[in-house]
């Protein structure tokens, strides 16, 4: 995907998502007093999962982090080949969903071998073979079918996230047989057939197959092992480890109870870190973070270290507040609670010790939240200079899930300009968008939400004025009136987009499927349970797993002359 | 002296913000052990403020025209002094000649050496006036027209191209900047960065990297660094010193600065020793820069030059050791031995810090959140287990 | 199937005609004036890609004067010297009919694609590269290269389909390992031993084949598809692995360069940005010379370029930059044009110093360069400017200015195919269908 998408005033969407921002806008929230007879109302009524077309199988290309984290699970925590995976399409808010789509072409592959190589270089490694290779060949320097068999075995059963058919792990031992005998040597034989694994298909692709649901006639479920896959990439960003490998061979993970006890195993595993770090990744399109760069003359303190330490700090920020606090996602956005490092803290100029440690900002402080984060801050700024559509259009667009329109193509700014006048401040020089009806439609949705940022320049850090103003940060919130940022922070907190936006999000990720209008029951119902479990995010997480949607479809009716197929794409919308 | 109390930069967030979070934030979080400091707030706090030296090099004083300081020539290196030694007419050896000079270099006698040295000539220097007084030996200043000037050192070395812009030059301000070279200073007692009769301040030995802009170039205020106060005891000392219009000058004191080679370390000569160093600084929010000076311990300084730099990039430079050595004990001029021999040469640094924050061991680093264990490095420890 | 057997080729295996010969360069070959083979069928002309952000200012940019001998304007100045070796063609229009103006998106799209695209992300087909890459790419170690002085490696023009970019190489160390790393194999090296290591991975290869048509047993038409392109994929690594096994012919030009010192750097100012196209321009040329591709893709990008104390990035200074009614322009709008300029001139030196047979590298290559708007201030398709650089073994004349006639900008992407030997009777679609080559241009 070309980054001039993004870049050419950052806007994209379709004239629905204008609309929508429209209704939201005209439309107030529920005010907090009596929200909780409403979620009452709402516990009664939605307790039960609705019906719903479910989630369909995918074919979906492996991400880099996924790669990464199955090879760590298999081979060793220091197996970890320095790798960047091409680019894939974001489709809906997110990456995950691009790839269903995305392709596989001759550089990819090309990259998948050599990366393969260099991982079976290291296992066969002297100093670390014994780590995978539990069995000695009876010759070194010959050919032993026996211990290849054992470890090709375990390894293709890993990496293909099932176990291996019988002639398929003959021919990977007859290659390795060949191979040894070719190069004189076991372990060098052994580390074809392991390449020929890597470089597969069926590790680099994940393949979600059906299978014909018993209980349920006329409909199709995942099979054992593509559920078992479908929940650890969903809930630790890796392949399936032995366990969930186990409990799809036994049938375990088909049943109810045999399900519940494998969600929860995952939900209380450390490894919940690595899944949980993924969405958000994603979610925050935090892939910017990696070309992040500010003018070094403007913002001297902004360095690459500190644009990667800033991305770990609110990741390290959501894994603490949500799974280790046991948080409500809305605090999120207010928490005063973060984590620094020395590069990050030279930012902010505070002090500080060696490594990350976790920190708490006073009460006082304008620091509230993933808002003021600098990996919000400053990765949707300009190289120089703050911007409030840009932020503000990143709330919409990241947080409340509204798309907000592109500007039109014959934009003109020959008005905006004027050469005599020194607009001393961002208010004042985005003041122009909406005064103007042409831009106001747009700006209006975004501006004074980023004009309530305007206390953190362009790198995140935190100024009162600008040019000598003073900056007024003060704006609203679709009806929500602020004076700062903290006040924008607690809107945001408030505003219902907040969490159905993340429902949204997290159960099309955990699906691999784009949410379309037949999935509004099932949002709804995933909804209630959300505020039921106080908007704690790893029950969210455990009820989206055992929902019949996540491995129950109903097949699509096949279209005329068109044979029926078991992963379509979806229709667009 | 009257307290200043630094305006507070967010007072206008304190009441909406508080009332914004008291429900619902503060139970689920642990409190801090010490409050969080305000952003931005560099200068003087809780009458402290820390810099670390950013770059250090010697004051040599380089006139536009080298010939007026050196009117015959720089001065020769070891390649040249063993063509002048040890003629390739005469009989040559290796125990005749390179042994016999590497010995000369690391075990100096008072044999006479048939090579020239050469010393700067001329009036004008730069450093400090140690002695209070104006000596017939003294410089003046270039720019600011001070006498009195104490720079034996550059007398002695002015014309080596290595002390000019030779390597030991060059290097001198990145070796500052290695790991084990960082070198703090903290004042306290500090009541105004303008004017204060009564402050005090305290080297250390520091445990952080510094923390480069976007170039990589510039340092940048606003960093920490974590004092060394376990291995890196000898380099503590206190020094009494006042302010006046924003110049620190201090007691003269012994001190030891940590000088480690950056390409071997463990070479054995981490250390100079500096006899009555003192400070002259020009202090600011973020940056104090100026002089140190003081009479460098002949010896160790000597040692401590060929330890981390050998013949062959001394050679580089035109520094011959034994010639070197001899012009540095003739050009002496503090603490006698018992023979009356100067022991200590005058020297100063140009030297600049700029502003960090320091973390005492065993403090808390303010709002950290530390889950009840005592010290910042053991909750940064168990932070780190937690992960 | 794939024993390129040296003997075989020069009876005409491959058809005759334009059709390039898959096979290294060797001196040895070459007829007397350097021009030719020996059997005298013509080099291998290798063809490559260019792109810069933002346009072009008509008043400070198209030279007043067409054909030979034009006057350079201020944005081009940097091209003076190298104005022999290429064509600036100015005037062409990328149509959008009834698809909308999707900012910094369609005008390329439209350009390397010859369709315009419905929506912002959706590429509607293969570009030109690709399409070229596929003709005569198949023979060397690989297809193709795509590479970007962006540092991001989304700043790519070249898609296999809408779903797969040619993710843009964007470190030079990276690049370098690619390409001359342990796997390079010097072609003037004295000796050759085919590595039985590379034997036995190829043999593997089958196996992976086998995984792929048994996944393709129970996927839906879309994935199949995705898997055809593993399919052919892997075939693609298999010719690699073959060419490793054969002893490649001396290539006098080819030489291995020194291992760089460090990485490219990051960063958006425009220096670093130089920084970056210059080393990873090097090691293009050379991969070239080496004959390590027939294709190759580079971007200097600079859509979010930044000068040194000037608060805008340079896309953001195209619409809120005043204009100059006195000099009708935007002055830093032209002032970051005239530096990616400057890269384009450094590019087609590169081309042009590096010596082939009896002339240059460029001589033998067809270099296309397009941006993504005319006027980047009000995204305007029309007013786009081109450039050709190379004499493509001497079908193209250089050192024109050209009047596109406010035609489409397709018809280079047309051009460009004929001249690499795809027999196509036309190219594009609705508004950007064109049959019609750049006539001016061919000898």
Redesign the interface.
Known sequence: MSSKVRFSSLLRGSAIGLVAAFALASCSGPAGSDGAKTAAAKQVAAVAEPASSGAEPRLRLITRDQYLNTLAYVFGADVRPDVEFAPVERVDGLLRLGTSRAGVNDTQLELYQKTAQFVAAQVIEPTRRNFVITCKPANEKAADAACASQVLNRVGRLMFRRPLEKDKLAELVSHANSSADKLGDFYAGLAVAIEEVLMSPKAMLIAETAEPDPKNPGHMRLDGYSLASRLSYFLWDAAPDEALLKAAETGEIQTEKGRAKIVDMMIASPRLKDGLRAFFDDMYDFEKMTTLAKDALVYPAFTGLTAEDAREQTLRTVVDHLITKKGDYRDLYTTRTTFLSPPLAALYQLPTTKGWIEYQFPDSSPRAGVLTHISFLASHSHPGRSSPTLRGKALRELLLCQPVPRPPANVDFSALENPKSEHKTQRDRVNFHLENPVCAGCHRITDPIGLAMENFDGSGRYRTSERGATIDASGNLDGKQYTNVVGLAAALHDHPSLTSCLVKRVYAYGTGSQTTNDDAEMLKFLNARFEQAGYRVPDLLRTVALSKSFSEFKEAAPAAGEAKTASAVPATH | MKHIILSTQVSAFAVAASLALTAGSASAQQAAAQPAAKEGALGVQNRSIGYVMVFENRSIYQAKDAKTQCPVALNDGPPEQFKKLYPENGERTVEGTRLAWEGELWNPTKKELDVPYYEVQGKVGRGMNLDGKVGPNDYVDPDTGEKGIDNQIYRTVGCTFNYRDGQTSTLTPQWRRAAYNIFVIELTDVDSLQNDDDVTVTTYRGNDRLITDATGNEYLPGGSQTLDTRWGKRYITAFKGKIKDGVLTTEAKDLIMPAASVYAPRDGAPDILYRDMRFQLNLTDTQANGYMGGYADVWTWYYHSHKTRDSRHQAYGGTAGPTLYRALMKNADAFPDANGQNTAISTALDVKFVHVFVQHPGAQVAGMVNHGTQSAEAAATEARTRE | MYDFNRRRVLRGMLGGGAVTVGLPLLNAYLNGNGDAMADGRPMPVRFGTWYW?LGIAKAAFVPNKFGAGYDMKPEMEALKPVQQHFNVLTNYTAFRDNA??????SG?VISRTGTAPMT??NIPGETVDVTIANQIGRTTR???L?ASA????????SY????????SEVSGL?FYSRLFGP?FQDPNAPTFTPS??V???K???S??L???K??EK??????K???D??F???R??EK?FDQQLTKPEPIAACKKPGNLKEDTK????VTIIASRHKIITDLMVMAVACDQTRVFNMSYGG??A?K??????S??AT?????DTALDYQPTCSWFTRRAMENWAYYVKSFAEFKEGAGSLLDNCFIMANS?HGLA???ALDGMALFTAGRAGGKVKSGLHIDGGATATTRLGYTAMRIMGLDVPSWGTKSNLTSKEIGEILA
């Open positions: 952000a909308p103006n999707l900012c910094h998106f390329w912002g992300g690989y297809k193709m795509t962006d540092g991001n490696a989304r700043d790519t023009f296999d389909n809408p779903t797969t970019p040619n993710a990276k796997d039985p290591k034997m036995v991975r043999s593997a290869i196996g992976v086998d995984d792929v048994d996944l129970s996927v839906g038409a879309d994935d598809a995705r898997l392109q593993y052919t994929g892997l693609h690594l690699q990051v960063g958006s100012d859509n979010s930044t040194a104390g000037f608060e805008k990035p896309h953001t619409h809120e930059e005043p204009w993504d201030r009000i995204h």
